[in-house]
């Protein structure tokens, strides 16, 4: 991971290698632009200050979607971003690149915004100036400072939707003019492709229409649930962080195929679409996964003498724990 990451970031470094062509399609690139400090147009001496990641929607973007009044976002993750406004790749997509605001301390990632279409900025305050809707996606240690940069420019017509992972709504509230909108967001990796698992959850100050504004935006970019706020933890470890668990899982998987001499790319194409695959089935029929994996099972077959190994390896217990130690662990940085 790369601290001087430059946009807004609901993203770890593997989403900000990712790059928009002028087509729209996202491309994943090895590259890392250069980081370019420039100074804040909101300091009179317009000195080099590193920024924070912010989203925002332009409040002259106001407009009406699914009946209701609504903004025209911004995001402060280009995965997120993209799959909230429409381009060829997602055509659901519901801002256009144009109403989008992102800020970041260095060009690094802001490039990347650009060659989409949405004006990007190093000034936080010109983000929350300019903007309804506010997304902030800041690492949580540095999120604190950037709450007390924008206070100043928080008004009751702003609506904060915070992605950090840990971050209390007590401490957004409490760091934040009193009464100010706030929503508390956990997605993951998989809002890149239109098929994420987003829950949020809302603060004192914000009511129905603003829960609903950020579940018909959010709708473009996988399932997302309001939820209890002691979820949003839960949340974390079973899928913000879950999605790492899978694709270890997944690599597991292609390197035994691997080891009994299918060539690996072959075998890294077939793990994931075994994933897939298994996933759709359960989400369609509804099944509980035990149900399923017992369908599966010949009396005597390979399956049960897999599965057999699987339990020597004590794999859910294993997974279980997993699970446990990264919600312990978003619970702890509430307190760090
Ligand atoms: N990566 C993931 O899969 C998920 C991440 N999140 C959350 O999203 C947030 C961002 O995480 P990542 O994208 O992984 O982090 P990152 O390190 O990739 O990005 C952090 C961003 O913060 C900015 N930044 C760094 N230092 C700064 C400073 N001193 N002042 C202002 N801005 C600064 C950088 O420009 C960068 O854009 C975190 O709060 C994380 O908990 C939530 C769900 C999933
Ligand atoms: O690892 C983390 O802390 C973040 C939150 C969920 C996924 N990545």
Redesign the pocket.
């Known amino acids: 991971m790369d601290p001087g990451f430059g946009v807004t970031s609901l993203v ?1 470094a593997p989403w900000h290698n990712w790059v928009l062509t002028p087509r729209g399609v996202p491309v994943l690139t090895r590259g890392v632009p250069t980081a370019v400090p420039m100074g804040c147009l909101c300091q009179p001496d317009h000195r080099i200050c590193p920024r924070p990641p912010l989203l925002h929607v332009p409040q002259a973007d106001r407009a009406g979607v699914g009946g209701q009044e609504q903004i025209l976002a911004d995001i402060g993750v280009p995965r997120l971003c993209w799959a909230t406004h429409p381009t060829p790749r997602v055509p659901q997509g519901k801002v256009p690149a144009s109403s989008i605001l992102a800020s970041a301390p260095s060009d690094r990632n802001l490039d990347a915004w650009r060659e989409s279409g949405c004006r990007t900025t190093h000034c936080n305050l010109e983000v929350l100036q300019e903007s309804t809707l506010v997304f902030l996606a800041t690492k949580p240690h540095v999120l604190p400072g950037v709450l007390q940069e924008i206070r100043p420019a928080v008004g009751p017509h702003h609506i904060v939707v915070s992605l950090a ?1 840990g971050v209390t709504l007590q401490t957004l509230q409490r760091l934040l003019p009193a009464g100010t909108k706030i929503l508390r967001l ?1 997605p ?1 990796l998989p809002c890149v492709v239109q098929a994420g698992a987003m829950v949020f959850a809302r603060g004192s100050g914000a009511g129905d229409g603003e829960s609903a504004l950020l579940k018909n935006l959010l709708s473009s970019c996988g399932l997302c649930e309001e939820v209890p706020e002691s979820y949003i933890n839960i949340h ?1 470890g079973l899928s ?2 879950g ?2 668990y899978v694709y270890l899982f997944a690599e597991a998987l292609a390197e035994g195929a691997v080891k009994m001499g299918m060539p690996s790319g072959l075998a890294s194409r077939i793990a994931a679409q075994t994933l897939l695959g298994a996933a759709k089935v359960m989400l369609e029929t509804g099944e509980h996964p035990a149900k399923l994996r017992g369908d599966v099972c010949t009396p005597g077959g390979t399956t049960i003498h897999a599965l057999h190994q699987l339990e020597k390896g004590a794999l859910r217990a294993t997974v279980m724990n997993a699970v446990e130690a990264a919600t312990n ?2 619970c702890d940085m509430a307190k760090d």
């Open positions: 770890t992972a956990m993951n974390t913000g962080s999605v790492a662990r978003a």
